[in-house]
């Protein structure tokens, strides 16, 4: 069906193409870029190394992040406005790669879809669960490829802790902790506008959709965007859509039922330093009766409780997740080393031949993030190209995301136990369900 499609849009794109590119065949995938500084410009390198992959389209808002990229990709026509580049393009290409910052992925990727598109989206989804949904429901009606910007997800050793916890190496999950010491949140003043807007800079096009505010230098863009209301997901959606990806995936998990964040109290424009937040999942094939998840984040985090402790008092890995189990414990140290199994305080070796047989894991993988990287960018293109399936489409990764939001919006109510209705995405609490939606402006 998807290869159908594929080979039907890029017939009638080249039918109706004015000026018909000598270097267009059948096999190959036309992209198109939209945000191409900082995590956009890696994007590039890892999906252009696929051999069917042709750049032909590149777009930012900052002009000297466009000019970088161009020099990589001297063909490729460049933008300020996606939605520009969306429209001149349509007929010229198939799949568009979002690197913008959260508060935009929504907007451009439905754009695309709207106009017939594949789509590979940064993680998170996007920063509110209403875009969410909406991503996840027109990818379906429209039978798109699609894949969330997960590339961990593809990576050996998040493979091989999922099948050992389907497998039951260490019986049915009732725990789950994740956590990460990053802080992607502020609660100084609020910020002063700067005297000026960078020339290289379209401010405007910047914030796109969402309400409009003053350019401060250093607050926003680049990348500092993570820390404030409006336009990120502070830690938890930055580094928690990676961590609890493996176990999302694993223990076959949908919404939660609940979520509880300490954190301090909120301010209205910048996310928690800290965030300690828990969950509670119903059962699954995987887990017990029920599963409680706790992820904490920020500074000393995670403290160490008895649970934690590894055996001959070894130090926890930075970041990471330890799943605990009837039969024993799991930790995937995040990232680039295997997961570890530990039974009544000692490490225990496990058998993956049989994963290696099935070819589900490679006999000896390279364990440098470069020779993994492109995995799951590949993977996008050929399933674009019909010969493969994505492994994080929008279905799981609307949930996944959604999951890691109802976090953050409970960060807005700390200490108090909010109660998720899956089926109508909605809180029990009504006031909590102001979050769900973002504000959006013309421009
Ligand atoms: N998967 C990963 O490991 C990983 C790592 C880093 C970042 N990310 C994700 O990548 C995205 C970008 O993060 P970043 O750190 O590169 O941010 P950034 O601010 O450093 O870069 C964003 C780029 O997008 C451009 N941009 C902003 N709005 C735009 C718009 N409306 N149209 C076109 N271009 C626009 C900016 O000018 C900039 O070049 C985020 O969603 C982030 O979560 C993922």
């Excluded at 594929?6 to 080249?14: E, Q």
Aim: with cysteine; aromatic share 12%.
């Amino acid at each position: 069906m998807i290869r159908r499609n594929f080979i039907k849009s890029s017939l009638l794109s080249s039918l109706v193409s004015v000026i018909p590119k000598m270097s267009f065949t059948m096999k190959k995938i036309r992209t198109i870029h939209v945000g191409v500084g900082g995590m956009g410009l890696s994007d590039l390198k890892d999906i252009s190394s696929h051999e069917s992959v042709e750049v032909v389209g590149l777009c930012d808002v900052d002009s000297i992040a466009l000019e970088k990229a161009a020099k990589f990709f001297p063909q490729a026509k460049k933008f300020s406005d996606y939605r520009i580049m969306i429209d001149e393009m349509k007929d010229f290409f198939d799949a568009v790669v979002i690197s913008t910052p959260d508060h935009m992925h929504g907007p451009i990727a439905i754009e695309a879809m709207e106009n017939e598109k594949h789509v590979y989206c940064q993680k998170p989804l996007s920063n509110n669960i209403s875009d969410c949904r909406e991503m996840n429901k027109l990818a379906e009606e429209k039978k798109l490829v699609t894949q969330m910007g997960i590339q961990v997800h593809s990576f050996h050793d998040y493979k091989l802790a999922t099948l050992l916890i389907k497998d039951g190496i260490i019986g049915k999950v009732d725990k789950v902790r994740a956590w990460s010491p990053k802080n992607w949140g502020y609660n100084g003043k609020k910020h002063k506008a700067s005297n000026s807007i960078p020339n290289n800079l379209d401010w405007n096009l910047w914030l796109g959709d969402t309400k409009y505010r003053d350019y401060c230098d250093g607050v926003y863009h680049p990348m500092m965007w993570r820390k404030m209301k409006d336009f990120g997901c502070g830690t938890l959606g930055d580094m928690g859509v990676h961590i609890f990806d493996t176990p999302y995936n694993a223990l076959d998990l949908d919404s939660p039922v609940s979520v509880k964040n300490k954190c301090r109290k909120p301010n209205n424009y910048s996310f928690p330093e800290k965030n300690y937040v828990e969950y509670e999942f119903n059962k699954t094939e995987f887990t017990s009766e029920k599963l409680i998840w706790i992820w904490e984040d920020g500074k000393g985090s995670p403290k160490i409780s008895k649970e934690l402790k590894l055996p001959n008092n070894e130090k926890l890995p930075l970041q990471g997740v330890m799943f605990f189990g009837n039969k024993g414990k799991l930790l995937l140290p995040h990232f680039m080393e295997s997961p570890k199994l530990i039974v009544e305080n000692a490490y225990k070796d496990y058998d993956i031949s049989k994963y290696i047989k099935s070819g589900e894991i490679q006999k000896n993988p390279k364990k440098n993030y470069e020779e993994q990287s492109f995995y799951h960018y590949h993977e996008f293109i050929d399933s674009c190209l019909g010969k493969s399936e994505c492994s994080a489409p929008f279905s799981y990764a609307s949930k996944l995301t959604e999951t890691i939001l109802l976090g953050v919006i409970a960060g807005n109510f700390p200490g108090k136990k909010l109660n998720w209705d899956r089926k109508n995405g909605v809180f029990l609490e009504k006031e909590a369900n102001y979050f769900l939606k973002k504000f959006k402006r013309e421009y």
